[in-house]
């Protein structure tokens, strides 16, 4: 009789080797599709993040249009194969293993911003910058975007998040969002108020659905105005945050009750440091690569901050920057 234990290892091996198969057989008939250059076996994806940390993804995939990243998904669908959709890589945290499925980068058509016929609104793809969609809007004089002019990823993950900044939040400018099923068999259209919105969230992050482009709806000012109120804005994120180090913006989102940086900061844990990360001393709601820092110093940080905080306050800070292939909680002794 076969002892439990050697069991569930031989079962955890075979997992292990079926999801490799499974890569494997998916970035097969993805090649049929996507060019070889665009397709990236073992790629660092501290190449691919605003951390500058991560270990190599089993395939980096670059897709350039609708159709394109249809066929990916739809390749991954049929053969089970782990995948994540991956944008300016702002807020991720990707473990020194890597990650062992195929990461899709939107590129190409995705990066495009364009007026549309309601002259107070604009569509922008997935993985067009904030900051060249703020650039766009204050030069033909629509507002309301200022807020998310210096935030640094993209709106896909903007919209997938509810990202926001001084005040303002992504869901209050979409007015639809175009989506694609996460298998990649269908596409639709959803007004901005069936989004799900709420603080750093929305329904896309439940749903499994692709972000492709987002209909923003602004308001008319001048541009000068305008780009006087996003200077003002970027002064202020350039004095208070640590814009000179590598990290993945806010650590940690604002509690029920009171804001996370203001926590850190009461229990004493500005400059907290492990290996290469660290607690910014410029802000306390960064944690920062300070040099050299690998995944594994980054949670422990985040581990310490949240303990601390949580004996200080009795508040429980959850994670705001994504955890890819790596946990806050310990692993356990081999």
């Given at each position: 009789?076969?002892?439990?234990?050697?069991?569930?290892?031989?079962?955890?091996?075979?997992?292990?080797?079926?999801?490799?198969?499974?890569?494997?057989?998916?970035?097969?008939?993805?090649?049929?599709?996507?060019?070889?250059d665009r397709c990236l076996k073992d790629e660092p994806m501290s190449k691919h993040t605003s951390f500058r940390i991560g270990g190599p993804a089993a395939l980096f995939v670059q897709v350039f249009t609708e159709d394109e990243l249809a066929a990916v998904l739809q390749a991954c669908a049929t053969e089970n194969a782990e995948h994540i959709i991956v944008g300016n890589g702002t807020n991720f945290l990707?473990?020194?293993?890597?990650?062992?499925?195929?990461?899709?980068?939107?590129?190409?058509?995705?990066?495009?911003?364009?007026?549309?016929?309601?002259?107070?609104?604009?569509?922008?793809?997935?993985?067009?910058?904030?900051?060249?969609?703020?650039?766009?809007?204050?030069?033909?004089?629509?507002?309301?975007?200022?807020?998310?002019?210096?935030?640094?990823?993209?709106?896909?993950?903007?919209?997938?998040?509810?990202?926001?900044?001084?005040?303002?939040?992504?869901?209050?400018?979409?007015?639809?969002?175009?989506?694609?099923?996460?298998?990649?068999?269908?596409?639709?259209?959803?007004?901005?108020?069936?989004?799900?919105?709420?603080?750093?969230?929305?329904?896309?992050?439940?749903?499994?659905?692709?972000?492709?482009?987002?209909?923003?709806?602004?308001?008319?000012?001048?541009?000068?105005?305008?780009?006087?109120?996003?200077?003002?804005?970027?002064?202020?994120?350039?004095?208070?945050?640590?814009?000179?180090?590598?990290?993945?913006?806010?650590?940690?989102?604002?509690?029920?009750?009171?804001?996370?940086?203001?926590?850190?900061?009461?229990?004493?844990?500005?400059?907290?440091?492990?290996?290469?990360?660290?607690?910014?001393?410029?802000?306390?709601?960064?944690?920062?690569?300070?040099?050299?820092?690998?995944?594994?110093?980054?949670?422990?940080?985040?581990?310490?901050?949240?303990?601390?905080?949580?004996?200080?306050?009795?508040?429980?800070?959850?994670?705001?920057?994504?955890?890819?292939?790596?946990?806050?909680?310990?692993?356990?002794?081999?």
């Amino acid at each position: 009789m076969t002892d439990k234990k050697t069991k569930e290892t031989r079962e955890n091996i075979s997992d292990n080797k079926t999801g490799r198969d499974r890569v494997k057989a998916a970035a097969a008939r993805i090649a049929d599709s996507i060019p070889e250059d665009r397709c990236l076996k073992d790629e660092p994806m501290s190449k691919h993040t605003s951390f500058r940390i991560g270990g190599p993804a089993a395939l980096f995939v670059q897709v350039f249009t609708e159709d394109e990243l249809a066929a990916v998904l739809q390749a991954c669908a049929t053969e089970n194969a782990e995948h994540i959709i991956v944008g300016n890589g702002t807020n991720f945290l990707v473990a020194d293993e890597g990650y062992p499925g195929i990461m899709i980068h939107l590129a190409g058509d995705f990066e495009t911003v364009e007026e549309t016929d309601d002259a107070c609104c604009v569509r922008a793809g997935a993985a067009k910058l904030l900051s060249g969609i703020s650039a766009f809007l204050t030069e033909r004089g629509l507002a309301g975007f200022e807020f998310a002019s210096g935030i640094p990823g993209s709106l896909g993950g903007a919209v997938f998040m509810n990202a926001g900044a001084y005040g303002g939040e992504i869901g209050d400018l979409v007015e639809s969002v175009r989506l694609m099923k996460g298998d990649g068999s269908s596409i639709t259209e959803l007004p901005g108020s069936e989004m799900g919105f709420a603080y750093r969230h929305s329904s896309v992050e439940d749903s499994g659905m692709i972000v492709l482009s987002a209909v923003l709806r602004l308001i008319p000012d001048a541009p000068d105005a305008i780009a006087a109120r996003v200077a003002e804005l970027q002064a202020k994120r350039n004095a208070k945050q640590p814009v000179n180090y590598p990290s993945a913006g806010s650590t940690f989102k604002r509690p029920a009750n009171g804001f996370a940086a203001a926590l850190i900061d009461e229990a004493g844990l500005k400059g907290y440091r492990v290996g290469g990360a660290m607690v910014s001393e410029k802000h306390a709601g960064f944690v920062i690569n300070a040099g050299g820092a690998t995944a594994e110093d980054v949670l422990a940080v985040m581990r310490h901050v949240r303990d601390k905080v949580m004996q200080k306050s009795g508040i429980e800070l959850e994670p705001e920057v994504r955890l890819i292939n790596c946990s806050l909680q310990l692993k356990p002794e081999a």
